[in-house]
Each structure stands twice: as structure tokens, then as C-alpha cells.
């Protein structure tokens, strides 16, 4: 299990959100660099996000996406319009992630890496907190 958060960031578009700082309990998911966590073990895991952030300079969408080794994930998708920085949005998505093994129950990729990405606007985050939790 690992939850991280960070409060009062900026972050551009097309940019992992950072998350700085964390708790982590055992070792099937790590923190790896302050926007990337790394699943080592296979297995089911739950990814919760929750934030509230606003337009850093140009009113639009907010939108925050998991990404999966790289790959956009369409189940972990959230997005609010912010007209101002007086206008801070509530952002959410729960997900899932596998990671797969072969027939003999042996993880058979390299460790998954996830990242939570901001795709919209530049925007600041008054807080960003993610929750994984390695279910089976």
C-alpha cells in the first residue's frame, strides 16, 4: 500500500504530477522518482485519486490521466473546466491496474510503472493525493 500527496504545485501540461510526499507499507508498490510509482508484484492493484486544483494561467480543462508504462489509461481519466484561479476544481478517478503472470504464477514483465499526468491546462494543484493499494 502507498499513499502520496503534494500540496500548492504547479505543474505544466503534458507533466507528471509530482507527489512529494509519501507512506509506503511493504515493497509491491514504490515511489520511483517523485511523478512515477512502480508495481513489482503481480496482481490487482487500486489506484485512488483525488485533487483539487485550478487554471495557472489559461482558463480551460483540467485533465488528469493515469498512464501505464507510458500508455494512456482510459479508466483513469478525470477532468473539470477552472474559468479562474478563484474557480479550484474537484478531481477523481478510482482505477484498476494488472499486473500480469504466466502459467506459473511468476510475474512475467518487468515491474509496471504508473504515472498520474496533468493533459490539460497548466494548472495549480492545492492538493493531490493518490492511494494504491495492491488488492490480490
Known amino acids: 500500500m502507498l499513499q502520496s500527496y503534494s500540496q500548492n504545485i504547479t505543474v505544466p501540461t503534458a507533466s507528471s504530477i509530482p507527489f ?3 507512506f509506503e507499507k511493504g515493497c509491491s508498490v514504490v ?3 517523485a511523478g512515477s510509482f512502480q508495481f513489482n508484484k503481480k496482481g490487482l492493484y487500486l489506484v485512488s485519486f483525488d485533487a ?3 487554471a495557472s494561467a489559461t482558463a480551460g480543462n483540467i485533465t488528469v490521466q493515469l498512464f501505464k508504462d507510458g500508455v494512456a489509461d482510459p479508466g483513469g481519466l478525470t ?3 477552472s474559468t ?3 474557480d479550484i476544481e474537484a478531481l477523481s478517478f478510482t482505477a484498476h491496474v494488472q499486473v500480469p503472470c504466466d502459467n506459473t504464477c511468476a510475474c512475467n514483465v518487468a515491474p509496471v510503472t504508473v504515472q ?3 493533459t490539460g491546462v497548466a494548472a495549480t494543484f492545492v492538493q493531490a493525493n493518490v492511494v494504491i493499494t495492491r488488492l490480490c
Open 20 to 22: 512529494n510526499n509519501n
Open 84 to 86: 479562474a484561479a478563484t
Open 52 to 54: 483539487s486544483a485550478f
Open 31 to 33: 515511489q520511483n522518482g
Open 116 to 118: 498520474i499526468r496533468n
Open 79 to 81: 477532468q473539470a473546466n
